[in-house]
């Protein structure tokens, strides 16, 4: 039987964490009268993690889990669990048992209202003030100002997902942050609620000011995305242009002289043959982008309903 819900945790060496998270989120969700599943992605964890996941999911046909043979980061495991999970709707959250499971029940409320996307905010965070809550603060500004969907907390792993719109979503890099701005392309409802966070019990975090590039650089990639998905054609366009206005010049200057002294200058000349050239493939790059986006986009409606979903309940990945 498909469950209602599924919850999605990337582990990564959460060895003393794991038991106690397995319980709350069972304590948390078996009161809500829902079928559920728990899928554990464990991130190539270098201690006791995989071992204790597998004994859970052996002694739980509700666990499933997900094995990496060497650590790939968070966002590839959490799309390897996303990929995974059959519920209806998709709960992801952290495995340092920071996010409180008790705080699912609101999240699903949430989408039962109508919402598609519903994220937690922490409120009242237990991290360190100057490596951790002061750069999440300038980060989140910053994506909000960027992508224009108002989060206030981006990286709150704690978030619910209609499956239907999360599956469709690529994930990669540090994009696990930035689902809600992808997803705006889609023009879903999107809501926020607060949600209780714990300080670290076990372990130690794997966060830290070393992923502030990584960020910077996928905000970038957001923005063009968002913005220029389905008008390539305009994109490309806008890039073409300073190689058109380079190509002038270089043929303003090339007519000028030879009018001038009747001599032509190679290096201007072929400069401008060079970025006119550019500008050419650049237009009809976009023009490709254009007729791949609808072809796509019809495909898209043709075939829409006719996918297998096919379940595996233990997968290991290279």
Aim: with cysteine; glycine share 8%.
């Amino acid at each position: 039987m498909t469950p209602e819900l599924s919850i999605v945790v990337p582990l990564y060496n959460e060895e003393d964490s794991l038991r106690p998270l397995y319980e709350a989120i069972t304590r948390a969700v078996a009161p809500l009268g829902i079928s559920f599943e728990i899928v554990f992605v464990d991130d190539g964890s270098r201690d006791g993690t995989v071992s204790i996941a597998d004994e859970i999911a052996r002694s739980d046909p509700r666990v499933c889990l997900v094995k990496f043979r060497r650590n790939y980061g968070q966002t590839p495991a959490m799309a390897a669990g996303i990929a995974q999970a059959s519920g209806d709707v998709i709960v992801t959250m952290d495995g340092d048992l920071q996010n409180d499971p008790a705080d699912i029940g609101a999240l699903l409320s949430k989408i039962d209202a109508g919402n598609d996307i519903v994220v937690g905010w922490r409120f009242d965070r237990q991290d360190k003030l100057v490596s951790r809550k002061i750069p999440s603060r300038i980060a989140n500004a910053l994506i909000a100002k960027v992508t224009g969907v108002p989060i206030k907390d981006n990286g709150c792993s704690l978030k619910a997902y209609r499956a239907t719109l999360i599956k469709k979503i690529p994930l990669y890099s540090e994009m696990h942050r930035f689902i809600p701005a992808m997803a705006s392309i889609a023009g879903p409802k999107i809501a926020e609620i607060k949600v209780q966070h714990h300080a670290r019990q076990f372990g130690k975090s794997k966060y830290g000011l070393s992923r502030i590039y990584k960020v910077l650089l996928d905000l970038m990639v957001i923005k063009t995305v968002a913005s220029f998905t389905a008008r390539p054609m305009l994109w490309f366009g806008m890039l073409s242009v300073p190689m058109l206005v380079g190509a002038a010049l270089a043929f303003a200057c090339t007519v000028v002289q030879f009018a001038s002294s009747g001599t032509l200058s190679l290096p201007i000349a072929g400069s401008g043959v060079i970025f006119l050239s550019s500008a050419i493939i650049l237009m009809g790059s976009g023009a490709l982008g254009e007729l791949v986006y609808k072809l796509g986009d019809m495909r898209e409606h043709e075939f829409s309903g006719l996918t297998q979903h096919i379940r595996v309940r233990s997968l290991i990945i290279q």
